[in-house]
């Protein structure tokens, strides 16, 4: 048993060595807890990394640099500003300034304005709230109808960028300086923020309309497919192409032969970048380029989809017909627990929760992972995801 125990320690250290450091971009990648927004700008050219291989993570971004950041995402990925080179309205961005060209664009279109009549500070870091302020006008609101500017300016920008999502899994102070990672995290909400128009015949905005695509199942046992459908628009879509393929039900992920890239669902999404095995069994929201399922810039799971509980299949229990326990805590049922669907761990095979009930503390099962999953945001459990867990005499 101790040799045995010290062969599965080798495996799960080797296992989560290979997790850790596959496919790190940067550096200093270990430091970046904003992984999906930085990698994804990164993909699409919206922020850089440096020349030394590191990203710098909590270095603060400057206004200048905002600026550029808010033209690459305008203008779907190109940061060629070398058509708006004019002389400047800001005494303190010179002829030939780096930023020149983003600075005139975004002034120009009202997304970005100066400290004063005549000063910029393009070396000034900017604040989250700032940077929100930036992005809420990109996706259709007007300053002046949605208070965002004059006195009480950053409260009302707050509130309608928390309204809008923008704040979500932003660990920083708004109020402060930004850090990159963060203004990352900010510009990746936004770009799954819809995007808004003002209706003078109502009074107020409404959300723009687009065509996107929706799952519609198959009929008489046939797969289903990708539909047309109107949705809303997203400042993704608006301005870089981007689409969001809503409610995948992830059953798989795997490994491209030849590749450092995977593929979902059995290749229903190919060259994805990241190994994103950890959501299997989650209803996820796949953003795609194009209407090309071949370039993914993120997965991310729904907001009414999450892990309830995690624990080995020796810890489960059949509490009564609607509850369940994992490792002595109790859950609820959305249907009744012989209903729960269980899916093994990147295959297509499905079993009831009732086959790993059986002799489950005196087979092989007992050893199993197993995750409780949510899918519709009440609390209760959806389904499970079990992973087969193998022991093997190492020579």
């Known amino acids: 048993m101790k040799n045995l125990k010290k062969v599965l320690a080798l495996v799960l250290a080797f296992a989560c060595a290979f997790t850790m450091f596959a496919g790190a971009a940067f550096t200093d990648q270990a430091d970046i ?4 927004a930085v990698d994804m700008l990164s993909a699409l050219g919206v922020i850089n990394g440096y020349t030394d291989g590191s990203f710098k993570p909590d270095a603060t971004i400057t206004r200048a640099q905002a600026a550029k950041m808010i033209y690459t995402i305008w203008n779907g990925g190109n940061d060629d500003a070398s058509a708006f080179k004019w002389k400047s309205v800001f005494n303190d961005v010179y002829s030939g300034h780096w930023a020149e060209g983003y600075i005139n664009f975004c002034y120009t279109n009202g997304i970005i304005n100066g400290t004063s009549a005549t000063t910029f500070a393009p070396e000034e870091s900017v604040t989250g709230t700032q940077l929100a302020k930036m992005l809420l006008i990109c996706m259709g609101y007007q300053a002046d109808k949605s208070g965002l500017e004059g006195t009480g300016y950053s409260q009302r920008t707050n509130a309608l960028a928390t309204q809008n ?3 979500t899994d932003v660990a920083a102070s708004v109020s402060a300086a930004m850090p990159r990672q963060y203004a990352a995290q900010i510009m990746y909400n936004a770009l799954k923020a819809d995007t808004v128009k003002w209706s003078t015949d109502i ?8 065509t996107g695509y929706i799952w519609m199942d198959g009929k008489n046992g046939q797969n289903g497919s990708w539909v047309p459908s109107e949705v809303n628009e997203t400042m993704g879509k608006k301005c870089m192409g ?11 992920v795997e490994k491209e032969s030849g590749r450092d ?3 979902l669902n059995g290749g229903e999404f190919t060259r994805v970048a990241t190994d994103y095995s950890d ?3 989650q209803y996820v929201n796949v953003m795609i380029k194009d209407d090309d399922t071949s370039k993914v810039y993120g997965v991310y799971a729904d907001e009414d989809s999450s892990v309830v509980a995690s624990g080995v299949v020796g810890q489960l229990e059949e509490d009564d017909s609607n509850t369940l326990k994992l490792n002595g805590t109790s859950y609820d049922a959305d249907t009744s627990v012989s209903d729960i669907d269980v899916y093994l761990f990147n295959t297509d095979t499905e079993i009831k929760i009732a086959d790993l009930f059986d002799g489950v503390h005196s087979n092989s099962k007992a050893a199993w992972n197993i995750k409780l999953i949510d899918t519709d945001g009440d609390g209760d459990i959806n389904n499970a995801v079990a992973q087969p867990v193998y022991a093997a005499e190492v020579t």
């Open 261 to 263: 890239t995977y593929s």
């Open 203 to 210: 009074g107020a905005y409404e959300k723009v309309k687009t």
């Open 165 to 167: 999502g923008l704040y």
């Open 242 to 252: 981007l689409d969001t393929r809503e409610d995948v039900m992830l059953r798989s």
């Open 33 to 36: 807890s904003q992984t999906e």
């Open 279 to 281: 959501l299997i069994g």
